[in-house]
């Protein structure tokens, strides 16, 4: 989801860094920082064997996601009232009264690809089925979760660490990362706090620190737009800055949409609609 940066620290001289090769349209002027990319909207080839439908669109992994696509698809074909439905396969979003379709939009879907790193592994896909709008937000901000660490640790090759509040962590300087009310920084040689930068990644002796959920370094202003609409478990529908991955399969579970189309449903799509996903 997010395109985090990884800036190079002069007053933190243990801070790793590295070097983007290919900045944002947006960026107007070079910086020294690698832009850390959550989704790759390039498909990547799935290891298991695909199975073709009679449309030539639509790709499963197995017959059993097959036959799952079927039934999610009856099911939001029978639907009734004002309902928004999504097709993964087609990547699109319909706002539906009755019969009539109000509104028609492309979206991006999860990706599909699975993150391996340590013990751990998560498979970035959306659950087809029926949801519900639980609640609606504005300026939404965004709480990474783990995954996006270890996306990061995984591309630069660092190990990963946690930090936990009231436990400092000598560095190989001699220095001290603490975390101080909801900031994170470090204890310099002359004990003073310096706070670390919140929209950076905190990295040290080639490892990527995790900060604490609650602290600033853990919030991301701006990477779900202007307006998210909470279907549960973490799968929202939201905006987003990457305004070229709308309509690919370029998410980590949660459906995209552009700024005019997340506004149309925040404006018009009550908490309790039902939202029907095939």
């Given amino acids: 989801m997010k395109k985090l940066s990884l800036f190079v620290l002069a007053f933190l001289p243990s801070c790793a860094s590295a070097q983007h090769s290919g900045a944002r349209a947006d960026d107007e002027s070079p910086r020294r920082t690698v832009t850390l990319a959550s989704q790759d909207t390039t498909p990547v080839p799935n290891s298991q064997p695909m199975v073709v439908a009679a449309s030539s669109e639509r790709r499963f992994r197995s017959r059993t996601d ?5 039934s999610a698809k009856n099911v939001a074909d029978k639907s009734k009232g004002f309902r928004l439905i999504v097709s993964l396969q087609e990547k699109r979003l319909w706002a539906i009264v009755g019969e009539d379709t109000v509104l028609d939009t492309p979206v991006a879907t999860a990706k599909g690809t ?9 498979t970035f896909r959306t659950p087809r089925g029926i949801r519900t709008v639980l609640r609606k937000e504005a300026d939404p901000v965004w709480i990474p979760p783990d995954w996006l660490y270890a996306e990061v640790a995984s591309e630069y090759d660092l190990k990963l660490r ?4 009231g436990q400092p962590i000598k560095l190989s300087d ?3 990362l603490v975390v101080r009310d909801t900031l994170v920084g470090v204890i310099g040689k002359d004990s003073h706090f310096y706070q670390l930068p919140v929209d950076e990644h905190i ?3 080639s490892t990527l620190y995790v900060p604490p959920t609650g602290t600033a370094n853990r919030r991301v202003e701006g990477e779900l737009g202007k307006y998210r609409l909470d ?12 305004k070229e991955s709308i ?6 579970g949660c459906i995209r949409l552009r700024d005019e189309d997340i506004e149309w449903l925040y404006t018009y799509v009550p908490v309790g ?3 029907y996903i095939y």
């Avoid at 946690?162 to 509040?165: A, L, S, V, W």
């Avoid at 549960?232 to 990457?242: I, K, S």
């Avoid at 309509?247 to 980590?252: N, P």
């Fill in 162 to 165: 946690k930090i936990e509040r």
């Fill in 273 to 275: 609609t039902k939202v």
């Fill in 66 to 70: 097959s036959l799952e696509w079927v």
């Fill in 203 to 205: 990295v040290f002796d």
């Fill in 174 to 176: 001699g220095r001290s």
């Fill in 114 to 122: 699975t993150l391996k790193y340590g013990r751990r592994a998560w």
């Fill in 247 to 252: 309509g690919l399969a370029a998410t980590h």
């Fill in 231 to 242: 279907l549960g478990d973490g799968y929202l529908l939201h905006g987003t800055p990457d």
